[in-house]
C-alpha cells in the first residue's frame, strides 16, 4: 500500500493553457473522488468515480473541466482554457467502499499566470 | 445543503495542553471523518465516526448524531499538531459517500 499518489505536486501554467492532472488511488480502492481547495477554505467536492463509472459532477465542475477514469485505476483532471480563478490545489481521495474513510494524495497546486 | 460548522477557527495552545475543538452539523449523517491538514497541505484522516467514541493515542474524537454534533480532543499537544483540522460529513440518504467539508480550525502549538 503506497497511498494515493498524484502529480505533478506543482503546476505553473500561463492563462489560456490547458493542464492534466493524474492520480494513482490505493490499488484495491474502487471509489475516487476529486476536490479543489483554495486558500483558508475547506476542501470542495468536484466529481466521484465508481469504479471506471463517473457517478457524480459538482456544479463546480464547468465544461472546461473534464475528468476520466479508464479501466478503474487511475484518473485524470484535465482543465482547458486555464483562468486565473482556476488557481488552487488539486486533491484526490479515495476509498476501498462505503463505511471507510478517506484517503487523500498530497494534492497538485496550480497557479495559472 | 447540509451545512458544517467548526469552531474555534483558530486556536493557539502551548505544548503539552489539551484542547476539544467542535462539529456542528445542520442535518442527519451518513458518516463523518476528522482530518488533520499538515503545514505542507497533506490531508490525514483522523477518525471515520459517523456515531459514538474513538481513541487513537492522544486524540480522541466523539460523534452525538442525535445532537448534530461532534468533538476531537487533543491531550498534551506537541508542535507537530499544528495545522488545520477539518471535519466532514456525508449527508444522510447520499449514494456517492461524497464528504462535505467545514471551514476547519487552525491550531499552532507552541514550544
Known amino acids: 500500500d503506497t497511498g494515493v499518489s498524484q502529480d505533478p505536486r506543482h503546476k505553473i501554467t500561463k492563462r489560456g493553457q490547458n493542464v492534466t492532472f493524474r492520480c494513482d488511488p490505493i490499488?484495491?480502492?474502487?471509489?475516487l473522488y476529486w476536490y479543489r481547495q483554495t486558500l483558508g477554505q475547506g476542501p470542495e467536492f468536484l466529481t466521484y468515480?465508481?469504479?471506471?463509472?463517473?457517478?457524480?459532477k459538482s456544479r463546480l465542475l464547468s465544461d472546461r473541466f473534464s475528468a476520466e477514469r479508464p479501466k478503474g485505476s487511475f484518473s485524470t483532471l484535465e482543465i482547458q482554457r486555464t483562468e486565473q480563478g482556476d488557481s488552487a490545489m488539486y486533491l484526490c481521495?479515495?476509498?476501498?467502499?462505503?463505511?471507510?474513510?478517506?484517503?487523500f494524495g498530497s494534492g497538485t497546486r496550480l497557479t495559472v499566470v | 445543503g447540509i451545512q458544517v460548522e467548526q469552531s474555534p477557527p483558530d486556536l493557539i495552545l502551548q505544548e503539552g495542553a489539551n484542547s476539544t475543538l467542535r462539529c456542528n452539523f445542520s442535518?442527519?449523517?451518513?458518516?463523518l471523518q476528522w482530518f488533520h491538514q499538515n503545514p505542507w497541505g497533506q490531508l490525514i484522516n483522523l477518525f471515520y465516526?459517523?456515531?459514538g467514541t474513538k481513541q487513537n493515542g492522544r486524540l480522541s474524537a466523539t460523534t452525538v448524531a442525535t445532537e448534530r454534533y461532534s468533538l476531537l480532543y487533543i491531550s498534551s499537544s506537541q508542535t507537530t499538531d499544528s495545522g488545520v483540522y477539518f471535519c466532514?460529513?456525508?449527508?444522510?440518504?447520499?449514494?456517492?459517500?461524497?464528504?462535505?467539508f467545514g471551514t476547519g480550525t487552525l491550531l499552532a502549538v507552541q514550544p
Open positions: 466532514a460529513v456525508e449527508e444522510y440518504g447520499g449514494a456517492t459517500n461524497k464528504l462535505i
Open positions: 465516526i459517523p456515531s
Open positions: 442535518d442527519s449523517v451518513n458518516n
Open positions: 490499488s484495491e480502492h474502487n471509489r
Open positions: 481521495a479515495s476509498s476501498p467502499r462505503r463505511g471507510y474513510g478517506y484517503t
Open positions: 468515480f465508481q469504479n471506471e463509472a463517473q457517478l457524480e
